[in-house]
Nanobody, 115 residues
Framework: QVQLVESGGGLVQAGGSLRLSCAAS????????MAWYRQAPGKQRELVADITSGGSINYADSVKGRFTISRDNAKKLVYLQMNSLKPEDTAVYYCNLDNFRADYWGQGTQVTVSS
């Protein structure tokens, strides 16, 4: 059974940076896509960025140029470096793994950006 555990959330001032990490355990299988989603209060969950096991990357327009997703396949880790944070980035951030057999989610980590 795959488990995903996020870490690195917190409170930061606008313009600041945070780095989120997601550690996967279990047999994740390849190919796969690992992604970060976020959900703000009263809003739908949205894709922030994803990265395939082959290294292809996709970003939401709202974070392009500010966020960077990366992964370490050997360690089964995925990261989200978030720079130039804005109050509208405030949300619970979730790690997701899709290995085309099943879809897995972490428990989420809160990111709060104060103005």
């Amino acid at each position: 059974q795959v488990q995903l555990v996020e870490s690195g959330g917190g409170l930061v001032q606008a313009g600041g940076s945070l780095r989120l990490s997601c550690a996967a355990s279990g047999s994740i299988f390849s190919p796969n896509i690992m992604a970060w989603y976020r959900q703000a209060p009263g809003k739908q969950r949205e894709l922030v960025a994803d990265i395939t096991s082959g290294g292809s990357i996709n970003y939401a327009d709202s974070v392009k140029g500010r966020f960077t997703i990366s992964r370490d396949n050997a360690k089964k880790l995925v990261y989200l470096q978030m720079n130039s944070l804005k109050p509208e980035d405030t949300a619970v951030y979730y790690c997701n793994l899709d290995n085309f057999r099943a879809d897995y989610w972490g428990q989420g980590t809160q990111v709060t950006v104060s103005s």
